[in-house]
């Protein structure tokens, strides 16, 4: 248990600094592009924006932390029960909040400080309430599902961020985050891992659902940190990829808490997505000292309709 934590804590933090690493990334290259090149018709970032952020170094730097921090939550999905491993994931977001401090020149208020707070308070009694993991195996149509929910979340988020453009930023962080949940999940139930078995591994529909979910997820939520603010981004992230996972490891995959303490593990996992939620809904770049506010609110990451 305890090396599961400290697993899912560095993957959290791998994430949160990433997150912010992007959006700088993102925002460097659109004050490079001419206003209104590398946009769709309907106010969203094409393909070649997008391209272009991930080409400067604080994006890539932050892809590489994704990627670290990729490894690190799928050893902790493997070791904690998926409601406690994805919501200390998703805590990445009190890192991106206070690294936003001092990289995006963002002063948070006494309410988002408050809400992280609840966050940090949620996980200590999640950490508290939490049993030891359910099984690994799930029926074969399981994988199946999971391989074709996750190509509807990545096609649909796509052409869904094509078409609303600007106003997509929540739903591209929301889908993001529901495709790193069906990650986790991937990772849960992957088959050939426990002995390991290459033929095994490779048959298994869920893993070909692990590098699109991953891949797609990094797409949306890059999207989303092009066209919404960062903490706002990130918050949608954590919802979608907190509460589906963990409602499925309960529900299907066997994970339950501590006898006696599932009121407990109940309570901590509704704050830490609430409080999340809060630090997004509080969050807003007018507290930004006025170089710092200026360099973000004078340069948009892409022009809105």
């Known amino acids: 248990m305890l090396i599961g934590l400290l697993t899912a804590v560095a993957a959290s933090i791998c994430y949160g600094t990433g997150s912010v690493l992007q959006a700088v ?49 799928a050893l902790a999905a493997r070791l904690l029960p998926l409601f406690l491993s994805q919501t200390v994931i998703s805590a990445n977001l009190v890192v991106t909040a206070v690294l936003s401090v001092k ?62 453009g600007g106003r997509a930023a929540i739903l591209a962080g929301l889908l993001s985050g529901l495709a790193f949940g069906a990650l986790g999940v991937g990772v849960r139930i992957l088959d050939g891992v426990e002995p390991f078995s290459l033929g095994a591994l490779l048959a298994d529909p869920a893993l070909y659902a692990i590098f699109l979910a991953g891949t797609g997820g990094m797409y949306l939520h890059t999207v989303a940190l092009q066209i919404g603010s960062v903490n706002g981004a990130t918050a949608a992230l954590v919802v ?41 809904w509080f969050g807003n770049h007018e507290g930004a000292d006025p170089e710092a506010a200026a360099d973000t609110r004078t340069d948009p990451p892409v022009p809105v309709p």
């Open 25 to 73: 990334g993102s925002r460097k290259a659109a004050r490079s592009s001419d206003a209104g090149a590398g946009v769709t018709q309907h106010g969203g970032p094409n393909l070649a924006s997008t391209a272009k952020a991930a080409m400067t170094w604080e994006f890539i730097v932050g892809t590489i932390l994704d990627f670290v921090g990729f490894g690190l939550g």
């Open 103 to 164: 990289m995006l020149g963002i002063r948070l208020t006494r309410k988002e400080w408050t809400s992280i707070g609840v966050v940090c308070s949620a996980l200590v009694l999640l950490a508290t309430a939490a049993g030891h993991e359910g099984g690994h195996h799930a029926a074969a149509a399981t994988h199946w599902w999971l391989l074709a929910v996750t190509v509807l979340i990545i096609g649909g988020g796509t052409v869904a961020v094509r078409f609303l």
């Open 240 to 280: 979608g990829e907190t509460v589906l996972p963990g409602a499925i490891g309960v529900l299907w995959l066997g994970d339950a808490s501590r006898p006696g303490l599932a009121w407990l593990a109940v309570l901590g996992f509704v704050l830490a997505v609430a409080g999340a939620v809060a630090v997004a």
